[in-house]
């Protein structure tokens, strides 16, 4: 038998595994590395957060995938390039943050690497007859990770969820129902990133009644203005967005596009939330000489309203908001003017994941840890068709040699 087999086999068979989590998202912040310890698998897993950082980008590094990002046209070598580029860069990322804990590579057992998004393409959003498939790419290697580490590699998980009939996304839906379900208690868990998404968890437990989707922008266009008006990376505690005022013909002329009126569960990117999604708005409704504090302001309102608004819409026939406990996750609970305004349009209780014992800003990278552990180690579950959600196993296994 070939020995990496063999080792896989064992990776199995061990009753937790020490799996390091990858993930970098649409706001190309930078590189999340989770180390965690992942004992069982499925509905009986428990997760221990033992190590946490992110290792931010580089400007190089950022205006290397935004030359590729989610554009229409791109120089092809340039992302063949970049896909390996990538791999080894979060590679020896993996092993700075190992060298950091004093922990040594041969003591983890495997590596989650979520890689890049560069593209995300459903059929709702490509609008390409001729290809009536949804699509999804990420780059950065599993292999080139692999071989860097010196660690069995789980990568590349988005394609079988395509490939099963999914749109690529969300993912969070299964970590989230493995480690944050609790019978007894109706619980959402809302990741707001670059693209804001929720997970209804029922209080039953059943997983065939688990729901996700996404919502529309969660942080993109406040990052992308921020960079665009103000020279900033992102508006930090949202201070410039708190000095202006919502426009309400702008907020109208946003909400105003067939996405926020299709069935869920729906997925969506940057590829039609961006700068020229919020031009073309500001076109519409005659705005297009605002300043910095009113746009933040009206975009900030922009992603609260249609994060509630999916909320709202989403719950079961004759389902009540109140009292529910809603748990956040991203970059957008740091953000206080969005969380102050999701506060006040919903009836609920809002926390970060925290107080579930995995942090808010590790939350991603802890999932695609249970994701690749269920992969080596998982027993399959259905969590029913209606959902759009694929039973499958996610993830393409990558050996060192």
């Known amino acids: 038998m ?7 086999y064992h990776l199995a068979a061990k009753p937790a595994r020490r799996i390091v989590g990858l993930m970098s998202g649409t706001s190309l912040d930078g590189l999340d590395i989770a180390l965690c310890e992942v004992a069982r698998s499925g509905s009986a897993t428990q997760v221990a957060l033992l190590e946490f950082t992110t290792v931010p980008y580089a400007e ?44 040594a590579p041969a003591e983890i057992d495997l590596v989650a690497s979520h890689g890049q998004t560069v593209m995300h393409a459903p059929k709702s959003l490509h609008g390409l007859p001729e290809f009536p498939n949804n699509a999804t790419l990420q780059i950065g290697d599993g292999d080139h990770v692999a071989v860097r580490t010196g660690i069995i590699t789980v990568s590349d998980f988005r394609q079988k969820h395509v490939a099963a009939g999914g749109e690529g996304a969300p993912l969070a839906v299964f970590g989230d129902y493995y480690i944050f379900s609790k019978p ?27 729901f996700v989707t996404d919502t529309g922008p969660g942080n993109t266009l406040l990052d992308a203005f921020a960079r665009r008006l103000a020279g900033r990376d992102f508006d930090a505690d949202a201070a ?18 067939p996405f926020f009126a299709m069935p869920f569960p729906k997925t969506t990117g940057p590829e039609l939330f961006n700068v020229d999604y919020v031009l073309a708005a500001q076109a519409r409704s005659m705005t297009g000489a605002l300043g910095a504090e009113d746009l933040l302001a009206t975009l900030t309102r922009f992603s609260a309203d249609t994060i509630a608004g999916a909320i709202r819409a989403a719950m079961p026939d004759g389902a009540s908001l109140a ?31 925290d107080a579930l014992g995995i942090a808010g800003d590790a939350k991603e990278a802890v999932l695609f840890a249970v994701l690749a552990n269920e992969t080596v180690a998982g027993e399959p579950a259905s969590f029913g068709a209606r959902q759009g959600i694929p039973s499958v196993f996610m993830g393409k296994v990558s050996f060192p040699d």
């Not at 070939?2 to 896989?8: A, G, K, V």
């Not at 208690?185 to 437990?205: D, V």
């Not at 956040?328 to 102050?340: A, Q, W, Y």
């Open 2 to 8: 070939n020995h990496n087999i063999t080792r896989l």
């Open 60 to 103: 190089d590094v950022k205006r290397r995938i935004r030359e590729v990002f989610a554009k229409d046209v791109v120089p092809f070598p340039r992302l063949a390039l970049l896909n390996g580029w990538i791999g080894e860069l979060h590679g020896q990322m993996v092993l700075d943050a190992l060298a950091s804990w004093h922990i």
């Open 184 to 210: 007894g208690e109706n619980r959402i868990l809302l990741n707001m990133g670059g693209i804001a998404n929720f997970t209804w968890l029922p209080a039953s437990g059943a997983a065939d009644e688990v």
């Open 240 to 257: 410039i967005a708190s000095r202006g005022r919502v426009i309400d013909a702008l907020l109208r002329a946003l909400k105003d596009h």
């Open 323 to 353: 009292g529910f406990d809603i748990y956040m996750s991203g970059g957008g609970m740091h953000n206080p003017l969005l969380v102050r305004t999701l506060e006040d349009s919903l009836p609920c209780r809002f926390r970060r994941t």
